[in-house]
C-alpha cells in the first residue's frame, strides 16, 4: 500500500513518544480521566499513548485506540495484549472525519500529532465534540512545523525547507497554530493553551523525527532545491554534527477544552 502524504513509521513514533514523554503526561492529566471512564486516543498509532492511559482508567473502564491506518492498529492490538490490558483497551480503524461512535460516549478523548495530516481537521474535532460527554474534556496536542528552525549558514535553503514541510510535504504543516481557533469555534469551555519548545543538538534524533530524509528526496523531486543545493546543505549539517554544534528545534501546542 502507498504510504500517505507525511505518513510517520512505527519505529519514528516510538523514538518520539519516549522523547515527548513529559508533554504526553501533561496531556493525560488536562483529560482529567478517572478510574472507569470511556476515553479515546484518535491517531493512535501503534499504541504509544493508550497503553499508558489503560491504568488510568483501570480494569472497569475503557480505552479505544482509533486509526487509518491497518498496520498501525494491527501493532497497537499486539502492544495491548504484550501488556496484558487488551481486556478493557482495543484498537479499530476509524475515518477521523466520520467516528463510528455514539454522541456523548466518552468521558475525554485527545488527539496528538495527527491533525498535520488531516486537510480538514476542523471536522475531526467537531467529530472528537460530538462524541465526548457534556462535560468532557478535548485535548489535542499538535506541531506547528511553521516554527522549524534548524541553525545553517545555509539560511535560503534552510528556509525553503522549513517552508516546504509545512506547505508541502504535510497536509496541515501549520496545524499547531491553528487549534486556539478550531477549539474556540466549537464553543468549548475553559480552553486552555500551553507551547512546548522541542529543541535538540542531537542531530541523528532531530533527523529522523522530521524524517529529513525523505523530506528532502521529495523536495528535490518537487523542484524546491536542486542536487548541489542539497550537497551543500547535507554536508553543512554533517559539519555542524561533526564540531558538535548542530542545533535544531520546532514548537509544539497543547489544548484543552471541556464540552458544555
Same mark, same amino acid.
Given at each position: 500500500? #502507498?504510504? *500517505?502524504?507525511?505518513?510517520?513509521?512505527?519505529?519514528?513514533?516510538?523514538?518520539?513518544?519516549?522523547?515527548? =514523554?513529559?508533554?504526553?503526561?501533561?496531556?493525560?492529566?488536562?483529560? +482529567?480521566?478517572?478510574?472507569?471512564?470511556?476515553?479515546?486516543?484518535?491517531?493512535?498509532?501503534?499504541?504509544?499513548?493508550?497503553?499508558?492511559?489503560?491504568?488510568?482508567?483501570?480494569?472497569?473502564?475503557?480505552?479505544?485506540?482509533?486509526? +487509518? @491506518?491497518? #498496520?498501525?492498529? #494491527?501493532?497497537?492490538?499486539? +502492544?495491548?495484549?504484550?501488556?496484558?490490558?487488551?481486556?478493557?483497551?482495543? +484498537?479499530?480503524?476509524?475515518?477521523?472525519?466520520?467516528?463510528?461512535?455514539?454522541?456523548?460516549?466518552?468521558?475525554?478523548?485527545? *488527539?496528538?500529532?495527527?491533525?498535520? =495530516?488531516? *486537510?480538514?481537521?476542523?471536522?475531526?474535532?467537531?467529530?472528537?465534540?460530538?462524541?465526548?460527554?457534556?462535560?468532557?474534556?478535548?485535548?489535542?496536542? @499538535?506541531?506547528?512545523?511553521?516554527?522549524? *528552525?534548524?541553525?545553517? @549558514?545555509?539560511?535560503?535553503?534552510?528556509?525553503?525547507?522549513?517552508?516546504?514541510?509545512?506547505?508541502? $510535504?504535510?497536509?496541515?504543516?501549520?496545524?499547531?497554530?491553528?487549534? $486556539?481557533?478550531?477549539?474556540?469555534?466549537?464553543?468549548? #469551555?475553559?480552553?486552555?493553551?500551553?507551547?512546548?519548545?522541542?529543541?535538540?543538538?542531537?542531530?541523528?534524533?532531530?533527523?529522523?523525527?522530521?524524517?529529513?530524509?525523505?523530506?528532502?528526496?521529495?523536495?528535490?523531486?518537487?523542484?524546491?532545491?536542486?542536487?548541489?543545493?542539497?550537497?551543500?546543505?547535507?554536508?553543512?549539517?554533517?559539519?555542524?554534527?561533526?564540531?558538535?554544534?548542530?542545533?535544531?528545534?520546532?514548537?509544539?501546542?497543547?489544548?484543552?477544552?471541556?464540552?458544555?
Amino acid at each position: 500500500m #502507498a504510504q *500517505s502524504k507525511g505518513y510517520v513509521d512505527p519505529e519514528v513514533l516510538r523514538v518520539m513518544a519516549n522523547q515527548l =514523554h513529559p508533554i504526553k503526561q501533561r496531556s493525560y492529566g488536562l483529560m +482529567h480521566i478517572q478510574p472507569g471512564h470511556k476515553v479515546l486516543d484518535l491517531g493512535c498509532g501503534p499504541g504509544t499513548d493508550t497503553i499508558p492511559l489503560a491504568p488510568l482508567v483501570g480494569v472497569n473502564g475503557q480505552v479505544i485506540g482509533a486509526d +487509518h @491506518d491497518e #498496520a498501525m492498529i #494491527a501493532e497497537a492490538e499486539h +502492544h495491548a495484549e504484550q501488556a496484558g490490558v487488551n481486556t478493557w483497551v482495543r +484498537h479499530q480503524r476509524v475515518d477521523a472525519m466520520s467516528l463510528p461512535f455514539e454522541t456523548d460516549y466518552f468521558d475525554a478523548c485527545r *488527539s496528538e500529532r495527527l491533525f498535520e =495530516h488531516l *486537510s480538514n481537521p476542523a471536522q475531526a474535532l467537531s467529530e472528537m465534540t460530538r462524541v465526548t460527554k457534556s462535560g468532557g474534556w478535548l485535548v489535542v496536542m @499538535d506541531t506547528d512545523w511553521g516554527s522549524l *528552525s534548524i541553525d545553517s @549558514d545555509e539560511t535560503d535553503i534552510e528556509r525553503r525547507l522549513a517552508r516546504y514541510v509545512a506547505e508541502g $510535504y504535510l497536509q496541515n504543516g501549520y496545524s499547531g497554530r491553528k487549534l $486556539y481557533r478550531l477549539f474556540k469555534q466549537q464553543n468549548l #469551555a475553559d480552553i486552555s493553551f500551553e507551547v512546548f519548545p522541542a529543541a535538540t543538538p542531537n542531530y541523528i534524533l532531530a533527523r529522523l523525527g522530521m524524517q529529513a530524509e525523505r523530506v528532502e528526496q521529495e523536495a528535490l523531486r518537487s523542484g524546491v532545491i536542486n542536487k548541489e543545493e542539497l550537497y551543500r546543505w547535507q554536508m553543512a549539517l554533517k559539519q555542524a554534527d561533526s564540531e558538535g554544534v548542530y542545533f535544531g528545534s520546532v514548537n509544539l501546542l497543547m489544548v484543552a477544552g471541556r464540552k458544555n
